[in-house]
Nanobody
Framework: QVQLVESGGGLVQAGGSMRLSCAAS????????MGWFRQAPGKEREFVAA????????FYGDFVKGRFTISRDNAKNTVYLQMNGLKSEDTAVYYC????????????????????WGQGTQVTVSS
């Protein structure tokens, strides 16, 4: 089975920066892309960012507003999320997700498009 392990979360003050990593295992030939989602207590899991594995096209949730950047290292089978200018509302558990066998115009912001999920890493932004 494919395994995804997130790391890099923790406590940071508002305005600070943090980089999340997601190390993946398993085959990559059928991977279409990878993404990041987040979920705060009592709220729905929401789309943060995604990147196509071949080509590297990236997509972001509306709330990011240029503060976050997703990147990938195909050789290391790893995806990253660089977060700058963090705000208290960014506090959530951040999850890495793996999309397989995507075709056509996929809905990168939809959880149903992803086949594998990590356990998540907590990000807490304090004032």
């Amino acid at each position: 089975q494919v395994q995804l392990v997130e790391s890099g979360g923790g406590l940071v003050q508002a305005g600070g920066s943090m980089r999340l990593s997601c190390a993946a295992s398993g085959r990559t030939f059928s991977r279409y892309g990878m993404g990041w989602f987040r979920q705060a207590p009592g709220k729905e899991r929401e789309f943060v960012a995604a990147i196509r594995w071949s080509g590297g096209s990236s997509f972001y949730g509306d709330f990011v507003k240029g503060r976050f950047t997703i990147s990938r290292d195909n050789a290391k089978n790893t995806v990253y999320l660089q977060m700058n200018g963090l705000k208290s509302e960014d506090t959530a558990v951040y999850y890495c997700a793996d999309m397989r066998n995507g075709r056509g115009s996929v809905r990168v912001g939809s959880m149903d498009e992803y086949d594998y999920w990590g356990q998540g890493t907590q990000v807490t932004v304090s004032s």
